[in-house]
């Protein structure tokens, strides 16, 4: 068990250009969380994964924003025409059951710099 | 409306001084509730979790907090603070009823406790 890991860990791009992340879980994981962290605030939940299935979205998630988990193991999130507002830490997590007390466990996180 | 505050951005304490860092939600069910640790460069650490079964839970590194309903709080302390301690800390709740849902963690703003030697 090497625990979440997420890649790249940084990434600066010019606005308008498009970006994928990757986020490989714990094995046997069947939750997939993907959540943002701007400076100086909490993360914010953006979508989740059980399996292979998107079951919830936020509304932070905008149209230029898609994820997928296929096969139910790792993810990608990718976001088309950058913005400099989604400057920010994605942050991956990942639990083995779906009970309320289940822990995320975290990844490293990508941060993402939009010049 | 469902939120959770962490009243103090900033807490600087001496080293081997207790630590205090404040939690309050804001929820129409009893909630999940949960303190993550963010040091510099590292992921998300879990520190504790209320689970229902004590109102008191004992986390890692010599943590702890307490679940009051009543105030609808869950403070996080700890005796005496190492250097090591220095990191940013959140509150993290799971708010609704249904066992089966997403599981969402919604985080509040942070604390950063500062350790002086």
């Known amino acids: 068990d090497t625990g979440v890991s997420q890649n790249p860990r940084h990434k600066i791009t010019k606005r308008g250009q498009n970006v994928t992340f990757r986020c490989d879980p714990i094995?046997?994981?069947?939750?997939l969380y993907w959540y943002r962290q701007t400076l100086g605030q909490g993360p914010e939940f953006l979508t989740y994964?059980?399996?292979?299935?998107?079951?919830?979205k936020s509304r932070l998630l905008s149209d230029r924003f898609s994820a997928e988990r296929p096969k139910g193991s790792f993810s990608t999130l990718e976001i088309q025409r950058t913005e400099q507002g989604d400057s920010a830490m994605y942050l991956c997590?990942?639990?083995?059951?779906?009970?309320?007390?289940?822990?995320?466990?975290f990844g490293p996180g990508t941060r993402l710099l939009v010049l | 409306a469902q939120s959770v505050t962490q009243l103090d951005s900033h807490v600087s304490v001496s080293e081997g001084t207790p630590v205090l860092l404040r939690c309050n939600y804001s929820?129409?069910?009893?909630?999940?509730l949960f303190w993550y640790v963010q040091h510099p460069n590292k992921g998300l650490q879990l520190l504790l979790k209320?689970?229902?079964?004590?109102?008191l839970v004992k986390g890692i590194n010599g943590f702890e907090a307490e679940f009051k309903k009543s105030e609808t709080s869950f403070h996080l302390t700890k005796p005496s603070a190492h250097m090591s301690d220095a990191a940013e800390y959140f509150c993290?709740?799971?708010?609704?009823?249904?066992?089966?849902?997403?599981?969402?963690?919604?985080f509040g703003g942070g604390t950063r406790l500062m350790v002086k030697p």
């Open positions: 929820s129409s069910y009893s909630p999940s």
């Open positions: 997590a990942s639990s083995l059951g779906v009970q309320r007390q289940e822990t995320q466990y």
């Open positions: 209320y689970t229902s079964a004590a109102t």
């Open positions: 094995s046997e994981h069947n939750r």
């Open positions: 993290v709740v799971i708010f609704g009823l249904n066992n089966n849902a997403g599981n969402m963690l919604t």
């Open positions: 994964f059980q399996n292979e299935a998107q079951l919830e």
